[in-house]
Structure formats: structure tokens, C-alpha cells
């Protein structure tokens, strides 16, 4: 008896991957490349147009600038993360517990109780990578649950109600602008060097290339791993001590809803969320981006429903441009 062989089915790679995007493979590369900056000029030009005499000043533009500072902050902690083919989405609740932290100590340690909120970060980001290394929970799992327990715990310390920063305090000096503006250039400025010229930035990289050939030959992933999600508590806290001294407390309302905010920069930047590639300058226009978006919305007197709609909606085409579906086998 003649058994027949089994069947066969083409394989999507690159070439048939434009097929999706009914683009050509060079506009496809392009795109991923430079899709934040595409759309920042984009938004530019149409809200000049629509609110030329709002928009178009040094005055908000400065807005814009500020307004992206703790965006990118945090965005930029998620594209360690991401970039090791990971996701991180505790980052608001981070963010509030830090600030909260930092603004109950501020009454006895002053302005360097700003200092506390990226310590209290980091400590949250080593709990989300001990439960995603050693309790081996899928990262998406484990920082859900982290976005829950921070988010609680937040609102059991300040009883539901905004912590003040006494007044005579310098905390609010890290508010002030261009200190954030400031912090956002160093920041930016030592991730890109760890990112391109270390060998942290390098491992992180392979492992969301290739994961299972990273570990053989020898690479430390789990430590890699542990570090990138301390990083970017670290950062959520940094971002959240910010926010602290702008608002002059630290209230438990703080981030809701940020995480997505954060991601969307990370994708837009260029940061597929398979992983494997990405940039920090990437990431800091991308906040641009969704700054800049937030912004010309309000000046057009679009409601807060519509802007959350489009956050998600940007998030969506973004990850349709970007994502690299010759490392996805089955596609949910």
C-alpha cells in the first residue's frame, strides 16, 4: 500500500509578509524604521493647520516637551524590556506607589525623598523579575499581577487620599521645568550608551532574537532578564517621583492607564514587540508622538473618550507596521 506524503504549507517569510501590509518590502522596512518620525511631522503639520495660532507657539511646544519628559522616562525602561522580548505592564501602578512612597518621606527628608521613588521602583521591578526568572511566570502574567498589588497598596498607604509635599520643601524643584526635560536627555543619553556600546545592550538584543540560542552559548539570561525589569521599575519610579513633585503630592490616581501610554511609545519608536531590535532615540520620539497627539486633541476641544480611543487605535497600526512576523509561527 502506497502511503501518500504529508502535506505541505508555504512557509511566510519576509517577502510574503508584505502581503499582509499590501506594501512593497522597501516601504514595509521603512515604516519600522521610521514611523515615529513619519507620524510626528505628520501631526505637526495637521494641527498647525487646524490650530495654527494655538499650537504653533514657543509656549506650548515647551508644553509638549515637558509633557513628554515622564513618558519617556518610563517608555524607555519598557524598551529594555521589550527589545529582550519581554513586556512590562506595571509601569503605572509603579509609578503611583513610588510617588506615594516618596511623598510620605518627604516630610522628613525634604527634597531627597525624591530620591526614594526610583529605589521603591526598583525593589518592585526585582519582585517582577524574580517571579518572571526564578517563578518562571510568563512576564505578561507577572507584571498584570504587580499592576493590581501596586495599584492597592498604593491605595491602603494613602488611605484613597493625595499625600502632600510640604511646601517649603526643594521636592518640588524636580518638577520644575527644564529639570525633567534635563533628566529625560542623561537618562536617554545612558541608556543609548548601555543599549549600543555594552555587552548588557548587546545580550539584550540576542535573547529576544533568539532566545534558546542565546543560553547555549553561554549567555547569563536570566540575570539579563532579572536587570531589565529592575530597570525599568527603577525608571517607572523615577517617572513617578516626577510626576510627585509636579503635582505637588503623591496621589494613588497617579498612572492609570499609563502602561499603555509607554508601550505605545516604545512600538511606535520602531520597537517591535517580537523583539530582537529596537533604539532609545526611537522611543523618546515616539513619546513625542503620542505627547504631541494628547496635546493637539485638547487644543481642538476633542474629549478625553475620543483620545483614548485613538491611544489605542495609534497602538494597533503601530504594531501592524512594526511587528516581525517571520518570528511569529502562529499568529492569535
Known amino acids: 500500500m502506497k502511503l501518500s506524503s504529508p502535506p505541505t504549507f508555504p512557509s511566510v517569510g519576509p517577502k510574503q509578509e508584505t502581503r499582509f501590509l499590501l506594501v512593497s518590502p522597501a516601504l514595509t522596512g521603512f515604516l519600522r524604521r521610521y514611523i515615529a518620525y513619519v507620524a510626528l511631522v505628520c501631526l505637526v503639520l495637521i494641527f498647525g493647520i487646524l490650530a495654527r495660532e494655538h499650537f504653533l507657539t514657543l509656549t506650548n511646544l515647551g508644553v509638549i516637551l515637558q509633557n513628554s519628559a515622564v513618558l519617556s522616562i518610563v517608555a524607555i525602561g519598557i524598551t529594555f524590556v521589550i527589545i529582550a522580548g519581554s513586556i512590562d505592564l506595571s509601569v503605572g501602578s509603579v509609578m503611583a506607589l513610588s510617588g506615594a512612597v516618596a511623598a510620605m518621606f518627604s516630610g522628613s527628608m525634604s527634597g531627597y525623598a525624591f530620591f526614594v521613588a526610583p529605589l521603591v521602583g526598583a525593589l518592585l521591578g526585582a519582585v517582577n523579575g524574580g517571579l518572571f526568572v526564578i517563578g518562571r511566570i510568563p512576564s505578561f502574567v507577572a507584571t498584570l499581577g504587580m499592576l493590581s498589588m501596586a495599584r492597592g497598596a498604593t491605595v491602603i498607604l494613602t488611605g484613597g487620599a493625595p ?15 527644564p529639570i525633567p526635560f534635563v533628566m529625560v536627555v542623561v537618562v536617554a543619553v545612558i541608556a543609548a550608551f548601555f ?50 513633585a509636579q503635582l505637588g503630592s503623591g496621589s494613588p490616581t497617579v498612572g492609570i492607564g499609563f502602561e499603555l501610554m509607554a508601550i505605545s511609545a516604545v512600538v511606535i519608536g520602531g520597537t517591535p514587540l517580537t523583539g530582537g531590535m529596537g533604539s532609545i532615540l526611537g522611543t523618546v520620539v515616539g513619546s513625542l508622538v503620542m505627547t504631541t497627539l494628547a496635546n493637539g486633541l485638547i487644543i481642538l476641544g476633542i474629549s478625553t473618550n475620543v483620545q483614548t480611543i485613538l491611544t489605542g487605535a495609534v497602538l494597533v497600526a503601530a504594531v501592524l507596521v512594526s511587528i516581525r512576523r517571520d518570528k511569529i509561527r502562529v499568529m492569535k
Open 195 to 244: 543599549l549600543l556600546a555594552t555587552t548588557f545592550g548587546r545580550y539584550c538584543f540576542a535573547i529576544g532574537g533568539d532566545e534558546e540560542k542565546t543560553r547555549i552559548l553561554g549567555v547569563p539570561v536570566n540575570r539579563i532578564k532579572f536587570a531589565i525589569f529592575v530597570l525599568s521599575g527603577a525608571l517607572a519610579g523615577l517617572g513617578g517621583g516626577i510626576v510627585t
Open 163 to 177: 499625600v502632600p509635599v510640604p511646601f517649603d520643601s526643594f521636592f518640588y524643584e524636580f518638577g520644575t521645568p
